[in-house]
């Protein structure tokens, strides 16, 4: 089984400040892969690197065959990577159908041409996307708030919202940033609940940083437990669970989760 995502030996320093000290994992196909640690042990750095908004001064890193380094977002993004923010980024006055809309914009080839004579093609990719953003709408049950602007909606279904913009790429691998961060139970339960049907019902490999523990032990096929930049340990929840190094350094005694 090859890997969908490869990060070999990645190194990322500030002035001095190793935010990466040497990172190797990889993202097998339909995975998802949980990034956890303390604050300020790298997690973030992973995802800004990964999505081309930081470069590392020494390692690769692969996806699907490419090379990613040096590779600006956007053009990152249609290669198949996106993104949830742990802060929800969409447009709170218009419709959740059109943040999701928004989600496929590069799936709009002929936007300006349609001005030229292209209508006929514009119009069937403008159904196209119509019908694939309704499909997400009914995946993610958001069917009853699909005509209101997000900004009125609860905080839970706005970050489901925010989910769904990036399903709407239709990427080959989700990068999921704290997706449950100010949640209460209940959305956290909802949102682990699409988390796992986007990997088991769309096969959809995904990289998760978050800080809920136990949504992380619950969900996770693999974990990487970071520390002051580099990872200590990467395996099942189990393993990581038990692990003497992890317990000692990132969980507490007091945090011991059981695995
Ligand atoms: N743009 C930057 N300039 C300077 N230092 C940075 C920058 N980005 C990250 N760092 C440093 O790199 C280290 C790792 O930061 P990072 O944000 O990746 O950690 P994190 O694990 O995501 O933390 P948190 O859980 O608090 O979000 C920290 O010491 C941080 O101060």
Do not use: C
């Not at 799936?107 to 300006?112: E, F």
């Amino acid at each position: 089984m090859s890997a969908v995502l490869t990060f070999d030996e990645v190194v990322l320093s500030f002035d001095g400040v190793r935010a990466l000290d040497g990172v190797s994992f990889s993202v097998d196909p339909g995975e998802l892969f949980a990034v956890i640690g303390p604050n300020g042990a790298g997690k973030t750095s992973i995802f800004n690197v990964l999505s081309g908004v930081y470069r590392p001064q020494r390692g690769t890193v692969r996806f699907g065959g490419e090379d990613l380094l040096g590779r600006r977002p956007h053009q990152i993004a249609r290669l198949g990577i996106a993104r949830t923010f742990q802060n929800i980024e969409l447009f709170s006055n218009l419709t959740v159908l059109d943040n999701l809309m928004l989600g496929r914009h590069h799936h709009h080839p002929y936007g300006v041409l349609a001005a030229f004579g292209w209508i006929g093609k514009a119009r069937r990719n403008e159904l196209a996307n119509r019908h694939a953003v309704e499909e997400i709408v009914d995946f993610l049950e958001l069917t009853q708030w699909r005509r209101l602007p997000v900004g009125l909606l609860p905080y839970g279904v706005q970050k489901r919202v925010e989910l769904g913009r990036a399903l709407a790429a239709e990427p080959k691998l989700l990068l999921l940033d704290e997706p449950v961060a100010g949640m209460n139970l209940e959305e956290t339960e909802d949102m682990a609940r699409f988390i796992l049907d986007i990997r088991d019902d769309l096969g959809l490999p995904m990289v998760m940083v978050e800080h809920d523990m136990g949504l992380v032990m619950d969900l996770a096929d693999r974990i990487m437990v970071m520390d002051f930049g580099r990872p200590i340990r990467t395996g099942t929840p189990k393993d990581v669970a038990t692990d003497p190094d992890v317990v000692r350094a990132y969980l507490g005694e007091e945090h011991r989760v059981q695995p």
